[in-house]
């Protein structure tokens, strides 16, 4: 509630020209006052802003860097157990493949 009356007090603080010539009206002003509002109505919002701000956060490109590089670590953790680490003993099951024997 504090937060909304900050916000509020900042709008109002704000140049007229620009609110005068927005072509974008507001419907109805943001954020709205919780405690005038039925708790239904305030659970709807909270779940649309929760929403909202979890598709804001996601970050496509970063989330398939990581992915890619947890795959390369992956397989050259593989690769390297197979083809070049010493497993100690001469019957293991990488043997015919491994270039330490």
């Known amino acids: 509630m504090i937060a909304t009356r900050l916000l509020r007090a900042t709008e109002a603080s704000l140049s007229p020209t620009k609110a ?3 072509p974008y009206k507001a419907r109805k002003p943001w954020p709205p006052d919780f405690s005038k509002l039925d708790p239904k109505y305030q659970f709807r919002l909270e ?4 929403r909202r701000t979890k598709l804001k956060w996601i ?3 970063w989330v398939k860097g990581v992915k890619l590089a947890q ?3 992956c397989g050259s953790v593989f690769v390297y157990g197979i083809l070049f680490m010493d497993w100690g003993t001469n019957d293991n099951i990488f043997k015919d493949v491994s270039l330490n024997h």
């Open 47 to 50: 779940r649309r802003y929760r």
């Open 59 to 61: 970050r496509p490109r």
């Open 71 to 73: 795959w390369g670590i």
């Open 20 to 22: 005068r010539f927005n």
